[in-house]
């Protein structure tokens, strides 16, 4: 009910113990743990909740599904059971802001302004983008950033996947079993996932690889037809015909909507915490994959947005 | 193969990369990030694999699952998944100490000896004794220090809870829904568990407590009949009719074993870590709630033992 009052009341501004800004695992864990504390728990997800982990395949390495879980439905779960406490859960609700007024925080969305007692950031991250010409226009069109959502479309269709890292190894992977063709462009000399696994499934799986090259334009009509593309080494252009262009270059964290507030971050713009998820700020926390911290991992994730939830507990009762 | 191997033949050393001491969720999860890292992965527990969990009723606060999760079937998946992943896990296996001999660790339980180049402890919590007459005579025969496992036998009977901190609340609940009668005994003058729906619940239970009370001796004759207490304001003593001692008086962390190894304990004896889950000890990490960390929860048992392999993997490929 107070949810209906607040998405159709513009301008309205509410009063929350804890507001969690974004609803991937570690914002619905910092929900969950934030209610079952007893407080009351706001959860604003700039688009539909459940994070990066909804556009996973098959989750195999979260703890406890020995038959690993879809990431979609690994996320319906987190988002269920976050609700089913009695959080609070608004889609759509991108923030812009956060702003220190005397004793609590002003938390502004795009289409409302909440106040909360204390503040967890749990934003994740966002991929990046190579900034090239067509790379936009494209976007939709054949350009992705999200090889389980639209790998299905480019079924027998000759593919690009551009990156060198663990995401664009296993959107190689992925690609490779339903694509014609896949050919993997990076600025590289050689791809370089995170675990030995990935590697030899790489080396074993006969996609070519065309290293130390980055692209330069993405073209087409309605739809991608290619890239251009020049080597590093000897400065040489040429041209790839393509239905698809999956970049994988890496993720940056969704912390622009800070950049007013003197929180302290490391050169990426990770925002730092210590091992009790407290940021600089008294009353603001962060967790998940938008921390500093090394190990992206979602267990982790989980994890820091429960202790998270839990030290906002122990702040608003003046243990903090 | 190699198991029956090792249980059979007796005094045998194995080399593995990577030993986990403790089979509870903590020590699965290393187990199963471990074998993923493709490192040759052993987990070794005193008794059955599942930890502190196993004993637990219904989970309802570990991410992912929305209708809560009975602990023992918890406990069996992250088992199944780490062993479906390659860990070898050994039952039945106490581990007495860890040595460390030049690059390597030497591992001895009580019926074998193996190396590791790297070693997790997960040996998680144990219950703490009362330290009175009776209670060690008494135990299985009226004494109890868990009373998800032997609460059932007490339908319909007297029991006291001892104790004033979450679990003995947890336990005072748990018990006032089948015994006939519950009695709690603290020295405290009032219970205090960690979350506030805990105290609200005690508070509407209509349970008696016995406050600034200590238990000093159990009695019976087969089985527990009674208690003798004493007044801890005035001194006076007093006896408690009852069939069932219920002892929730904290945990201590199994770090017995590492008496001889210049590991960094804090006072209580818990493993100190970094937030790599690193010991002072090369080469040793901890993961769990062995480890000084604040939270004491399942999802930061899981996460600290998913880091604490990832950074085993780290270091014995030169990244530590």
New interface residues.
Partial sequence: MTIVHILHTNGITMDWDLIVVGGG?AG??AG??GV???LETLVLESRQPGGQIATAGIV???????EG?MGIK?AE??R??AE??GAQILPMQEVESVEIERNRFLVRSNSNSYFARAVIIATGLRHRKLGVQGEKEFTGRGVSYCFTCDGPFFRDKNVVVVGSGTSAVEAALYLGKLAKNVKMIMKAKNYAPR???QYSRMKNSGIETIPLTEVIEIYGDELVRGIKIRNLKNGELGEIETDGVFVEIGKTPNTDFLKNLPIKMDSAGYVITN??QETNIPGIFAAGDVTS???K?L??A??????AA?QAYAYLNGRG
Wanted: glycine share 8%; aromatic share 10%; no cysteine.
């Fill in positions: 695992p619905l864990s969950l743990y079952r504390a007893e195999e390495n979260y703890p406890g599904f020995p879980i690994l779960n987190f269920l059971q089913k406490a675990e030995k696994i091992d009790r911290a090394s190990v991992q267990g982790v989980v994890a820091q947005g429960t202790v839990l």
